[in-house]
Structures are given as C-alpha cells and as structure tokens.
C-alpha cells in the first residue's frame, strides 16, 4: 500500500492532464521533494511499467532495463534501441523511467525517437532536469507549503510531520505549547517531504527541542547518523556504498554480524526512514539517502564491503566448477554476486578468487538459463585481466558458450580463441583444448553445421581420451549422428556417454543423452516408448533442478503426448537456443487448435530470429511448422518458397529426416496444384526414410500422397538427396512461362512478394503481417532488391512493379 501523497492534489490533477494531452511527461523537483510517490500514485491504476533508473549512467543501460521491465530484449543482431521500438509499437502502455539523469545518459533523443517510432505507449520520466525536446511536457514538483510565522499550524507539511512523529513512536505533539520548535524544524526543511520525514524521526527520538534543524538533505543524513549508536551509523555507511538491495545473508557479511543481529540493525534503519524494504525482503538504501552515507563512509567501510561480499560469495558459490543447480539459494541476490566477482577481478591481488568464484557460479547460471547474466559476469571477468591459465581457460569458454546464446550462435567463437591463448600455459593443455573443442562442436551442431560438429567432437576425444569432457564430447556425436539419421551410431554414443554409474556433476549429459533416444524412437515410430522416455528425463530433471535439459525434454514431451500438462515458462527470458524449440511447440499447438494463422505468425517470428541468431537447425524446424500453417491458409506460393527454402537448408545442413519432411510438404503442394511431380516427390522422401527405418510423422503425416514406385534417380544418391536433387525439385515448380524477360526476374520469389505489396503502398510492418515475417526481414528484402535493381526508394521499386505489368 503507497504512502499518502499529503498535499500533492493539484500536482496529480495536473499530471493526470499532462498524459493525457502528451505522450511524454517529466516530472522534475529536488531530491527528497516526493517525485517518485506522485508518479507511483498516479500510475497505479494505468498498469505502468516501472523502470528503476537510479544508477544508470549511459543510454544502454537505460534501454536495456525498459527491454527488462518490459519482459523483453534483443534479438541477435538487434540495437537495444531497435529492440525496444518494436517491444513498444502496439502497446498501449505507461512506461517509467524513475530516477532518470537525462544528462548523464543522453536519453532524451531516445526517447523521442522512441515516441516517433511508436504510437501509444506514454513515458514518464522522474528527474532533476528537463530534456528539452519537442515531445516532452513537464510537470514541476516542488516543497511542500510551510506554514509562515503568522500563520496556522496547519496544512500537509505539519501533517506529515506529526505523521512522522507518530510512526516513530514519539509522544503527542501539542501544536500550541510547542509550536515554536514546530515551525522552526518545519521551517528548516524547506518543505521537501523526505527531510520532514527525517526530522520527524529525530524528533521522536531525542524530542523537539533537541532535534536538529537541517536545511539539506545531507545535514538531515549527517543529523540522523549522528544520533545513531556506532553499530546502525556503520551499517548506514556499508548499505549506502552497495548499488542493489541486499538479502539478509549478504548483509550479515557486508556488517560482520550474525543474520540475527544484522537483521536488528536494518529494521532499526527501517524503523528511522533511512532504510526500505522490497516484497522480497530484501534492504536498500533510499536513493537520495545513499549518496550522503556513502560519502560518510570510511576506508574501512570500503574494505569491509568487499571483504564481506567476497566471502558471502565465496561461502554460496559451489564448491565443485560443474556443480549447481537452477535452484541455488545464491541466484536471489544475484547482483551482488556479480559486484563480488567484478570487485574481486578487479584487483590483482584477489583476481584469483574472483575468478574461481566466477567459474564455480556457471552451471547455476547455465541450468537456470540466465545466459546474459553469466556473460556479464564472465565477460566482466576477463576484460579485468588474466586469471589463473587453468580457470581462466575455463572463464573465457563459458563465456564463449553465453554469447553463443545471447548474440548468435558464433558470436562466442573470439572467446573460445581466448580460452585456448590461456590452454597453452595450463597445467594440462591438452585438457584444456579438449574442452574448448568440445563447446566448438557444440556451436557447429546449432547452427547446422553437422560436418563440423563430428569433427571438432572428435577432436575433442582424441586431445584427450580419458579425460574429463569425453562423455559430453561423445553426447554431443550422438545429437550429430541422430539429426543426420544414423541412428544405430547415434545409439552407440549414447551407451558410451552414459556409464552406469553417474558422478553428481555429469548429470545433465545423462538426461540429455536420454532425450536423444527418445528422439530416435520417435522418428523410428515407437511413441510409447519416446512418450516414456522423455517423461522419466523431464521429472527427474525437476529433481535435480537442471531446468534447461528438462525444458528441452519437455518441449519434445509437449508434441508427442496430449495429455501431459507443461509446467509454465516466461518465454522472454529463455536463451535463444532454448526459447526458439518452445516457441516452435507453441506454433505447433495453435496448428493443432485451429489457430492456423497465429501459428503462422508464430512460426515466421522463429525463422526470423533462428536466422539472426544462426540456430540452422530451429530454422529448419519453423520453417516446416510455417509451411504447414500456410498450406492450411490457402496461401501455396508462399508453403512451396518455404518448403524448397528448408530442404536447401536440410541438403546444406545434412539433415535428411527433416528434407523428407520438406519432400512430403512439397508433395502436398504439388498435389494441390495438379502437378505430375507430387507423387515423386513423395516417392523421394519415403526413399530417405526407408534405410533409417524411419517413419513419416508430425506435419509429414498430414500429407495423404501416395508414393511413386520408385523416387527419380537423379534425386537421390544412396541413402541421401543427391547433390543435383535442390536444383531439380525446385524446377518443378519454377516451370518457365511465355511471358516476355523482366527486369524484376532477378528477384527471387519472396522478394517479388514484397516488390508487389510495395506496389500497393503497404508499409513494412503491413507487409510482415502479410507475409507472415518479421519486419526485420521485410526491411533485409528491401536492401537486396534496391541492391539488385540499383535503385534507392520504394517509388521507384513500386513504378518498376508497375511498368512490368
């Protein structure tokens, strides 16, 4: 429940008027005049997101909290501005920006460009200053009025005061006897609410004529510390040099007390208005308290801070660097983790432990897939200097691992460079570089790359045989060999990643490998054991709190099993590599629900964000998934430049099960057409399925084509499409017609697509939901037809559209 906003009833009137006629409102005063209550009162029921901006001092940062705020983020490849234009087009929403220094980060051309590029989302900035740009209204919060000598004791100053006294637990003011001291505490706080607050506080506690009279914050902060005994005035100090609210365990280090006293202390701050707590118990400075105590603060508070925190940090993080689950107590103040280890890192003399606590808090991070965190982090970490050769190896491939996930699939290979710079002065480098091998097979099997991927597993096990990363080395073999099909392989890896008896900090490659056989027995056609299989890994995975592997296991579990009821997930905030196969699921489940055309939607979201983030194989998937939805529109031009862009995909990537799928889509298509080649086409992918023993299921099921006896043999080439068979296929549905050369023929099909809708006048974002794309895309469309066509404008394109009819 918000405090009172005593007095401030002609200010909410007039900033109610001020959203209402403006999109963009700032609310300036001086620190302790009540910006932040005034706004929080009038947001409450507008459904506001709440940005705190307090300790932002550049312009990423401040777009990147609004993306947090909002539930969303960057895409790879995207700018931070980019990202929240198209979180905010649409939405009619209030966004605040509290604590804003407009100055320090540059942000107000942002934000009117923000504003230009978006319809009906309204901002709120509270701040000390104006940004002066043409969007912007202003609203001016100012002291409270104090009563003049003359005049009544009365009014919201005097109220809140008493209020003030009240809470604090001091005796009964009597407003005649003592007016005097009254008006000249009053009077000595200007009227800006939060010093009414403190003096109210130092009034209850040493009475009125004692109290000091301030007339800054600061002399209010000086006045209050004063009065606290030695134990609260440090933990004063030591809270106010921390950036981010603190739990309860954190704090007793930072103070060197016992959870029991610190929590003393701190409900003592919180009892003197000098400390808040959040919903989550957790304890802040309030902001403009926290730079006057931490200029209090003395060179042993600084020391104590992060010795404190190191040690905290040290205590929680787990004691083995493969150890840590989603679950880990340490993951609730996650922020002051990430200032132990930077602070840490940031010292010569104690790198070393920043480091190795850096690298022991991974697999939390990873499990728990909090992949930007862990970049931070560990990116944080290594741009302080080197650590040790062995951890520091360690650090620069899992942060190699986290960018692969946050900015595209690789996007972490600079790191993993790095990590073998420091193998070579490890103890073991051929340890080391066994290890970073591993993860490049990794990023190679996500983007598709499966050739690669074998390669590098290989290499990986032949670095080092009998170490530690063969069995995810030979885990990641037996993914590569079950998407190419070699199934019976495929098996042999996974009885080899998985011995019969499991240490404690492998566990994850177990589950995964386990999901792997049911994948395989799956596209084999044995669902009831597929169905059991992946539910064993999905609950034993919430045992072991390893939420990634059991969210991938439960994502496979979603399709094949109707009855199973899925644990909800915040989408926004999975890695790529693991929102792309949710969010493909999801489009699954609206196909099955007769939702085709969100499906749609869905579907070209995913293809669009697979490729940004090179994530081949998910491509493939969505674009199988979108094929499918346009199929079931109507809309067969666009299923067939589908269909044909996956199986060129599936032939790249050597992903025979899923071209056989492409097969069985085109034939479909081909069908509907009245084409000669739709039962060929079939024919072609029940010959890519029949050596693996493999069945058609999913989206290939819905295609009711009776094969041909025999696939054309120029198309397949022994148990694979043959090099020709792309080539071929989509000629089948390129015939050439009797229409005279164009200048427009060397566009390819999806680009004509835009060139007509540009002809009608339609705007990107009309074209991307025609389309079903991504704007992102129809803007990528637009630079190669302009680059093929040497123009420049979308009239021009339009009158050439218009002058080819």
């Known amino acids: 429940m918000l405090s009172p906003c005593l007095g401030r009833e002609d200010l909410r009137r007039a900033l109610d008027r001020a959203l209402e006629e403006s999109r963009w409102v700032t609310v300036v005063g001086p620190p302790g005049s009540g910006k932040t209550l005034l706004v929080r009162h009038t947001a409450e029921g507008l459904g506001a997101t709440w940005v705190d901006a307090r300790a932002l001092r550049h312009l990423d940062e401040v777009l990147l909290a609004a993306l947090g705020g909002l539930g969303a983020e960057t895409a790879p490849g995207d700018t931070p501005a980019g990202a929240l234009g198209r979180a905010l087009d649409g939405r009619d929403c209030v966004l605040v920006l509290d604590g804003l220094d407009l100055d320090a980060t540059g942000a107000g051309p942002a934000i009117e460009a923000m504003l230009e590029g978006t319809t009906d989302v309204r901002v709120v900035v509270t701040a000390r200053a104006t940004a002066g740009e043409p969007h912007e209204s202003v609203v001016r919060v100012g002291p409270l009025p104090v009563p003049h000598q003359r005049a009544p004791l009365e009014g919201p100053a005097v109220e809140l005061f008493l209020r003030g006294i009240r809470a604090a637990g001091g005796p009964l003011v009597d407003l005649t006897s003592q007016a005097h001291e009254v008006r000249r505490l009053l009077s000595a706080t200007g009227g800006l609410p939060l010093l009414i607050e403190q003096v109210a506080v130092q009034s209850a506690l040493v009475g009125l004529s004692n109290a000091m009279s301030t007339v800054s914050l600061d002399q209010a902060v000086d006045s209050a510390h004063g009065l606290l005994d030695p134990s609260s005035a440090t933990a004063l100090r030591r809270i106010g040099l921390l950036d981010f609210p603190v739990g309860l365990g954190v704090l007793a280090h930072v103070l060197e007390r016992s959870p029991a006293e610190a929590a003393e202390l701190a409900g003592d701050l919180v009892r003197r208005s000098l400390l808040e707590v959040d919903r989550r118990g957790h304890f802040d400075t309030l902001s403009p308290i926290r730079g006057r105590a931490r200029a209090l603060a003395d060179p042993d508070d600084v020391v104590a801070v992060g010795s404190g925190l190191l040690a905290w940090a040290q205590s929680h993080a787990p004691d083995h660097d493969n150890f840590g689950a989603a679950d880990a107590e340490w993951l609730r103040d996650l922020p002051a983790m990430r200032h132990a280890v930077l602070t840490a890192c940031a010292d010569p003399a104690s790198r070393a432990e920043g480091y190795s606590v850096a690298n022991r808090i991974f697999s939390s991070l990873y499990t728990s897939m909090r992949a930007r965190e862990a970049l931070e982090i560990l990116e944080g970490a290594l741009s302080s200097g080197d650590g040790p050769s062995d951890i520091g190896a360690q650090v620069a491939r899992r942060a190699g691992i986290a960018a692969s996930e946050v900015r595209g699939t690789y996007e972490g290979l600079w790191l993993l460079d790095r990590a073998d710079e420091h193998a070579s002065a490890a103890p073991r480098p051929e340890e080391q570089l066994a290890k970073t091998a591993s993860i490049r097979a990794e990023m190679h099997l996500d983007a598709g790359d499966t050739a690669r991927a074998e390669a590098e597993a290989k290499r990986a096990i032949s670095l080092d045989p009998d170490g530690s990363i063969r069995r995810q080395a030979t885990r990641t073999l037996a993914d590569v060999y079950a998407s190419q099909g070699r199934f ?9 990643a998985m011995p019969a008896r499991i240490s404690r900090d492998e566990r994850w490659i177990d589950l995964s490998a386990r999901t792997i056989l049911a994948r395989i027995a799956l596209e084999q056609g044995r669902i009831a054991e597929a169905v059991a299989g992946a539910r064993a890994v999905v609950l034993e995975a919430r045992e072991l709190a390893e939420d990634r592997v059991g ?86 031009d666009q299923a067939t430049t589908t269909y044909l862009t996956a199986l060129d995909s599936c032939h790249a990537m050597r992903l025979p099960l899923r071209a056989a799928d492409a097969l069985d889509g085109l034939a479909g298509v081909a069908q509907a057409r009245d084409l000669p080649e739709a039962r060929l086409l079939a024919a072609a992918a029940f010959a890519l399925r029949t050596p693996r023993m493999a069945v ?110």
Do not use: C, M
């Not at 019976?488 to 080899?496: F, H, N, T």
């Not at 489940?589 to 697979?610: M, P």
């Not at 983030?613 to 109507?634: F, K, P, S, T, Y």
């Open 488 to 496: 019976a392989e495929a098996a042999r890896a996974v009885s080899d």
């Open 551 to 636: 969210l991938l296991a439960e994502t496979l579990l979603r399709g094949i099993d109707p009855t199973w009821q899925a644990r909800d997930v915040v989408r926004d905030t999975l890695p790529w590599a693991v929102r792309l196969p949710v969010l493909a699921q999801d489009g699954r489940d609206l196909l099955v629900a007769g939702e085709t055309r969100q499906a749609a939607g869905l579907a070209a979201d995913v293809v669009a964000l697979a490729d940004s983030a090179r994530l081949g194989r998910d491509g493939v998937e969505a674009r199988l998934l979108l094929g499918r939805a346009l199929v079931g529109l109507g809309d067969l």
């Open 696 to 805: 058609r299921w999913g989206y290939s099921a819905d295609y009711d084509v009776v094969p041909a006896n025999r696939a054309p043999a120029e198309w397949i080439d022994g148990a694979e499409l043959s090099d020709d068979a792309v080539a071929l296929v989509t000629a089948a549905f390129t015939r050439p017609g009797p229409s005279a050369p164009s200048v427009l023929d060397a566009l390819t099909a999806a680009e004509r697509q835009v060139a007509d809708r540009v002809a009608h006048g339609l705007t990107s974002r009309q074209i991307a939901e025609e389309l079903f794309v991504s704007p992102r895309t129809v803007d990528a469309h637009l630079t190669h037809i302009y680059r093929k066509l040497d123009i420049n404008t979308r009239a021009r394109l339009a009158a050439l559209v218009v002058d080819s009819r």
